[in-house]
């Protein structure tokens, strides 16, 4: 099939681009060009299943590279699975599949376990480690889903490394992701990172079946996830991980969607971070990026539940870049709700719109006031901003 050959950008690096599926690129992305990365480990890279044992050794050397990018200023954020193989080998439960209620409790049995195993990995580095337990409705929610990202951000903020994992020991089968893959690519667009990273074990998406087929090309670099794409991970599986390829590329879409870049690499040996410039691997562009994939999702995707009426000084400080607080709110109007859409109207109109920290009636009650008051106004300690920057698109934008 003949191909057309072009050059774009990922991370700042120069990659060969063709139609849907392209060829090995010329020069192979660092994980040093992006800000934020989200690493997910599966269970059969950390475990092994039939010595009921984790896989130490090969744990440290992530760590290693993960510390490397954490001294390098780089935020890091692990989604880890392990807990139910944990917990089943620390119970001695038989091989094979588990009841639900058999399956919740060796995950609250493992989950133990594997949180120290993160916190002493990284504890021997200098790195704090911060464990996050999530569900489905974490992530779909709106107010859960910024009270886990509020939390995400204030751990990053401390430079800990938040290492999270579905919480399996109260989710069910209706109310579960079931894979890491698309909770890692939730996590990742709750943090607004650039980058997510899947470790597998496999090598990457495959143009055919490679068990199957011994002309089967490893594809370096999609474009944008088709049909045609979709077909080659129907294709493309492991026996080893619950998810399979088809559950990576959901992932991708959720990633690439939200402007976060993703690569399918394998985990499947040493310092698996540090191989990914050398080993051939699949890495998904999108052509946006996590701030502006954001921004038009709040101020154009959102149905407004209100309007915060500011005044001229307020207007000012936000055209500056900062945060809306209290004391430059005069009036508010509509029932909303925290996490809701609002827009920001100033002397001369429309300002801009973005998601309200607080429920209608509370931030009708700190109106005009400072910051400092919330906490003798409200009883308990809100967020200063009443819309954050971040939650936040300017009528320019």
């Known amino acids: 099939m003949r191909q057309v050959v072009q050059e774009l950008q990922i991370g700042g690096t120069s990659l060969l681009q063709a139609s849907t599926f392209h060829r090995l690129p010329m020069n192979i992305p660092r994980l040093a060009d992006f800000r934020r990365i989200v690493v997910k480990v599966g269970s059969s890279l950390l475990v092994d299943a039939q010595a009921g044992m984790l896989k130490e050794a090969w744990l440290a ?21 392990g807990a139910i193989a944990l917990g089943r080998s620390r119970l001695k439960l038989p091989s094979g599949p588990l009841k639900l209620e058999d399956g919740q409790a060796a995950a609250a049995v493992g989950q133990i376990a594997l949180a120290r195993t993160w916190a002493e990995a990284l504890g021997r580095h200098g790195i704090t480690a911060g464990q996050i337990l999530l569900t489905l409705g974490d992530t779909e929610e709106r107010r859960r889903y910024l009270n886990a990202r509020s939390t995400i951000a204030k751990l990053l903020e401390w430079r800990a490394v938040p290492v999270i994992n579905e919480n399996d020991t109260v989710a069910t089968n209706e109310i579960r992701y079931g894979d890491n893959d698309r909770l890692a690519a939730r996590v990742a667009t709750m943090a607004s990172a650039d980058l997510l990273v899947l470790l597998s074990d496999v090598d990457g998406l495959y143009d055919a079946p490679p068990s199957e087929c011994h002309e089967a090309k490893l594809v370096p670099l999609v474009e944008r996830i088709t049909p045609e794409v979709e077909a080659m991970a129907g294709a493309t599986g492991s026996d080893l991980s619950r998810g399979g ?109 973005g998601l309200i920290a607080y429920d209608a009636d509370d931030a009708a009650r700190i109106i005009g006031k400072s910051s400092s008051d919330i906490l003798l106004i409200l009883g308990f300690g809100g967020r200063a901003e009443m819309v954050h920057r971040d939650d936040l698109v300017m009528g320019r934008e």
């Open 61 to 81: 050397s992530l760590v290693e590279d993960i510390a490397k990018l954490h001294q390098d200023r780089r935020d890091v954020l692990v989604v880890s699975s």
């Open 245 to 353: 390829m088809r559950t990576k590329i959901e992932a991708g879409k959720i990633a690439t969607h939200a402007g976060t870049h993703m690569v399918i690499a394998s985990g499947r040996v040493a310092h698996p971070l540090t191989a990914i410039a050398s080993r051939g691997c699949t890495w998904f562009r999108t052509p946006a990026n996590p701030v502006t994939a954001r921004k038009k999702w709040i101020g154009g995707s959102l149905e407004p539940k209100g309007t915060l009426f500011i005044d001229a000084g307020a207007v000012a400080a936000l055209r500056r870049g900062k945060s809306l607080l209290p004391a430059g709110v005069r009036k508010i109007e509509g029932a909303f709700s925290r996490g809701d859409a609002v827009i920001i109207r100033g002397p001369d109109g429309e300002v801009g719109r």
